[in-house]
């Protein structure tokens, strides 16, 4: 089991930019899957961003704005995201597991979230 905290949401202005860390309590942090979701009111959660050692993917609706990022000496992931916009408004949630994936099943450890708003 992997605990995941993270932070650096916040409100912010359309064009705006914000940071979020993902902390991970784990010795084997460099051997996880490490993704990005994001899950608005009234609907599912969706794919944002994974890292693992054989690469990076994103969402198409992020591609080019967003930036996932890990330092595995600090057990931390990062996703920078950059030109938000309204429809980026949304819970974020870190998620560890044990292969790159998509699919929110497909990650057995998750994060509390942290809520991003951007206003317009």
């Known amino acids: 089991q992997v605990q995941l905290v993270e932070s650096g949401g916040g409100l912010v202005q359309t064009g705006g930019s914000l940071r979020l860390s993902c902390a991970a309590s784990?010795?084997?942090?460099?051997?996880?899957?490490m993704g990005w979701f994001r899950q608005a009111p009234g609907k599912e959660r969706e794919f944002v961003a994974t890292?693992?050692?054989?690469?990076?993917y994103y969402a198409d609706s992020v591609k080019g704005r967003f930036t996932i990022s890990r330092d595995n000496a600090k057990n931390t992931v990062y996703l920078q995201m950059n030109r938000l916009k309204p429809e980026d408004t949304a819970v974020y949630y870190c998620?560890?597991?044990?292969?790159?994936?998509?699919?929110?099943?497909?990650?057995?450890?998750w994060g509390q979230g942290t809520q991003v708003t951007v206003s317009s």
């Open positions: 784990t010795r084997t942090f460099s051997n996880y899957a």
């Open positions: 998620a560890a597991g044990a292969r790159t994936a998509w699919s929110p099943g497909d990650y057995d450890n």
């Open positions: 890292i693992r050692w054989n690469g990076v």
